[in-house]
T-cell receptor
Framework: NAGVTQTPKFQVLKTGQSMTLQCAQD?????MSWYRQDPGMGLRLIHY???????DQGEVPNGYNVSRSTTEDFPLRLLSAAPSQTSVYFC???????????FGDGTRLSIL | KQEVTQIPAALSVPEGENLVLNCSFT??????LQWFRQDPGKGLTSLLL?????REQTSGRLNASLDKSSGRSTLYIAASQPGDSATYLC?????????????FGKGTLLTVNP
């Protein structure tokens, strides 16, 4: 039972590069989301999805893109990396609204 | 906009003490409240989830209470152990947004000394 799997665990990018953070869950959860965690700011919601084909913006969506073509996968794309996007990124999923959310172990991203 | 505050920001106690962590939120129209634990370099682990209609939830040595009208929740940890050392995060859903979207506090860093 893998739960929520995020890859890669660590990544260093140069300003202007693009990349995709992967998130996969094997629990058949409908709801998936991406958060970033920064010192002094806590966790903030970037984008979320309530099912395949449905996505919406969270609190800090600028500079990020998502799509949800399958129930299992919810990738997060950085279009043109900026130093302000240096952060730890967490993916989460849950089955329904009254069930706990499950988090991955995070991707630590540094933008130089 | 929902805001979640956790007090204290850090807490250090000797092993065996009972302790209380506090969480407050500005919009009482929440759907549920969750307490999470985060170990250094790791993701979040859900400890307890309280629905808006509930007053408390218990799991082992943990008890979480919810007073929605006053915008407050407490996490009570009985007989603390060094293994309880971690950051504890409070998060609420609803409160003007989707019932799935969580708004987090900044956490309480707990250290339990042997």
């Amino acid at each position: 039972n893998a739960g929520v799997t995020q890859t890669p665990k660590f990544q260093v990018l140069k300003t202007g590069q693009s990349m995709t953070l992967q998130c996969a869950q094997d629990m058949n959860h409908e709801y998936m989301s991406w958060y970033r965690q920064d010192p002094g700011m806590g966790l903030r919601l970037i984008h979320y999805s309530v099912g395949a084909g449905i996505t919406d913006q969270g609190e800090v969506p600028n500079g990020y893109n998502v799509s949800r073509s399958t129930t299992e996968d919810f990738p997060l794309r950085l279009l043109s990396a900026a130093p302000s996007q240096t952060s730890v990124y967490f993916c989460a999923s849950s089955r329904v609204t009254n069930q706990p959310q499950h988090f991955g172990d995070g991707t630590r991203l540094s933008i130089l | 906009k929902q805001e979640v505050t956790q007090i204290p920001a850090a807490l250090s106690v000797p092993e065996g003490e009972n302790l209380v962590l506090n969480c407050s939120f500005t919009d009482s129209a929440i759907y549920n409240l969750q307490w999470f634990r985060q170990d250094p370099g790791k993701g979040l682990t859900s400890l307890l989830l309280i629905q808006s209609s509930q007053r408390e939830q218990t799991s082992g040595r943990l008890n979480a209470s919810l007073d929605k009208s006053s915008g407050r929740s407490t996490l009570y940890i009985a007989a603390s152990q060094p293994g309880d050392s971690a950051t504890y995060l409070c998060a609420v859903s609803g409160g003007g947004g989707s019932n799935y979207k969580l708004t987090f506090g900044k956490g309480t860093l707990l250290t339990v000394n042997p």
